[in-house]
């Protein structure tokens, strides 16, 4: 048993349990009921899942270039999911699909109403 | 080991292909073009998920590419429907109660929203 199997098999691990965070995130999605509470839950496999599989790929392929290729993947993808998180919260907020009863405080309400 | 690797790479795969059919159950019945935009957001990450895994299996890189365009372009379309779509859609479930008092000055809301990208 060398290093070649135990990276091998660290791989593996990790790409199951990315799988797996994927499944959640998405049993998330089906079962909260607003839009801010389910992209919430869409924050899990786009960010932990994402890295997870990364990595695991990293570890099964183990070559320079590859390891570069999927560095830019797991970057752009943290960038951009933060900016389409943050319009569609702000899209749900401006037409009014945020549950109120549910907020304790809405503290954008002061803003909204000034503007 | 390898039938370890073995289980562990196809229960992965298995995972991702149940995950987007849960996910295409969610598209079809998202009260709104919202949680349609959220959900093909995810759609993006699990097409990457299982890029991945693909790779893994067969140990190429060919396709590694392909993981970094959906990683780069995929929250285009969520964008492009929380700015253009959303504004329009209004969908006849609301989730809660209390989000009548915000429905009576959705109209003010969207005129302002639409006068202020005039501004420079």
Redesign the interface.
Known sequence: ?NWH?VT??A???L??A???V??T???G??RL???LT??HA?TN??TL??LL??A??AL??R?G??LG??A???F??LL??A???H??A???Y?????????LLRDELASA?DR? | ?KL??DI??N???V??V???A??L??IWRGP?M??R???V??AA??I??GI??N??IT?T?YY??I??VI??L??TS??A???FI??R???GI??????I???KD?KK??M??QG?KERP
Do not use: H
């Open positions: 048993m199997d091998d098999l791989g593996s691990i790409l199951f990315g799988a797996a994927c499944l995130g998405v049993i999605m089906l009921p607003d839009v389910r992209s869409a496999p786009q899942g994402m599989i990364v695991g790929v099964r392929l070559s270039v590859d290729t999927l830019l993947v797991a752009f993808q951009t999911s900016v389409a998180a319009l569609v702000r899209a749900a401006r037409t009014g699909q945020v549950g109120e009863v549910a909204r503007s | 080991m370890a690797n562990l790479l229960g992965a795969l995972l991702i149940l995950a987007g849960l996910l159950v969610r709104s919202l949680d935009a959220v959900s957001d995810i990450v699990l990457i998920a991945g895994v790779a893994a140990r890189s590694l590419s993981m970094l990683a780069f995929g929250f969520s964008v429907i929380a700015r959303a504004a859609d209004r969908p609301r989730p809660r109660s209390g989000v008092s915000l429905k959705f809301d969207l302002k929203d202020s």
